[in-house]
């Protein structure tokens, strides 16, 4: 979709709608604040409850649009609400961008900007669609993952591809540090891909069939560590769900967190049964190799180095998750 000729470089600044709510999107945000172009509205999941006392806490994205006085706006729900894309009208947008906004875009929004909606999704597209395309990338152990800036479409991250970047998954990195990597990775591509989409200059791709796969939204009960799986395996698992929901285990019948992990060779002990303890860390037998533990937490404690945590305590012995 070919913009107008006065929404492109060296013309009048665009009109640009921004779409975003987790911290992933804030990068972004401050990319497209910072550029000529008016950011006319910044569209954020409602405010909802968190922490201990349940109070009601704004995005980091609405949070950020506020510091930079951007105005805001947070329907429940972007289907079958006439004042929503009424409101949108009226905005008279050239582009929408999105990022981890969390709510679909139903063809009545799509259409509406004149440049189309682009979408920033944290993957290299199309392995890894969904929503938790980072946790699956170190899950099943690939060795590169990226950003890929695309048209949005109906159907879930399926879209034409613009422009992607790479970025290599070290052999400990957890998701939060490429999460934050990928953000201001994202973020590049954004302002090096923007006015060749507001000039009809960028090269839409579309996906390949193959490789196609879907990272689905992450489940809290998937926390809970099996210690029959390898221990290669289980240190994907504690990487990915750091820092959140956090991997997680029971010792003397207590939630036990795993933080940061390392596999070994050998062992052929029961599964889950602690090894060896000591000042490198605390030993557990999978079923495949050993897991050293290196960070952990007891419920209701903080987070210690796991041969901290060993110090007078007597664990080899005993038997993790049961």
């Not at 429940?76 to 709510?103: E, F, N």
Request: overall charge positive; charged content about 20%.
């Amino acid at each position: 979709m070919p913009p107008p000729a006065a929404a492109g470089e060296g013309s009048r600044p665009a009109r640009v709608v921004f779409a975003g709510s987790p911290a992933f999107a804030v990068p972004a945000l401050e990319c497209l604040a910072a550029t000529r172009h008016q950011v006319v509205a910044v569209f954020t999941q409602p405010d909802r409850p968190a922490g201990r006392g349940r109070a009601l806490q704004a995005s980091p994205v609405k949070q950020r649009a506020l510091a930079l006085g951007l105005p805001v706006l947070q329907p429940q729900s972007l289907k079958h609400d006439a004042s929503v894309s009424g409101a949108l009208r009226a905005l008279a947008p050239d582009l929408i961008v999105v990022v981890a906004y969390g709510l679909l875009l139903p063809r009545a929004v799509l259409d509406i900007p004149r440049c189309g909606c682009v979408n920033l999704h944290a993957s290299l597209l199309p392995r890894w669609r969904g929503a938790a395309p980072i946790q699956a990338a170190v899950l099943a152990g690939d060795a590169r993952t990226g950003v890929a800036l695309m048209r949005l479409e109906e159907g879930l991250d399926t879209g034409p591809v613009a422009a992607v970047r790479e970025l290599a998954i070290g052999a400990r990195d957890t998701a939060g540090e490429l999460h934050d990597r990928l953000a201001v990775l994202g973020a590049q591509l954004l302002a090096a891909e923007l006015e060749a989409i507001l000039t009809g200059r960028a090269v839409f791709t579309a996906q390949a069939a193959a490789g196609a796969c879907y990272a689905p939204k992450l489940d809290k009960a998937e926390a809970r560590v099996d210690w029959r799986e390898s221990a290669v395996t289980l240190d994907r698992r504690i990487r990915a769900y750091n820092p959140w929901p956090v991997a997680e285990t029971l010792l003397d019948g207590a939630q036990f967190r795993l933080w940061r992990a390392e596999p070994l060779p050998g062992g052929s002990a029961p599964p889950g049964s602690v090894v060896a303890a000591g000042d490198a860390g605390v030993d557990v037998q999978t079923g495949d190799g050993i897991l050293r533990l290196l960070e952990v937490q007891l419920a209701g404690r903080q987070r210690l180095a796991a041969g901290e945590f060993a110090r007078g305590r007597r664990l080899v012995g005993e038997v993790l998750g049961s």
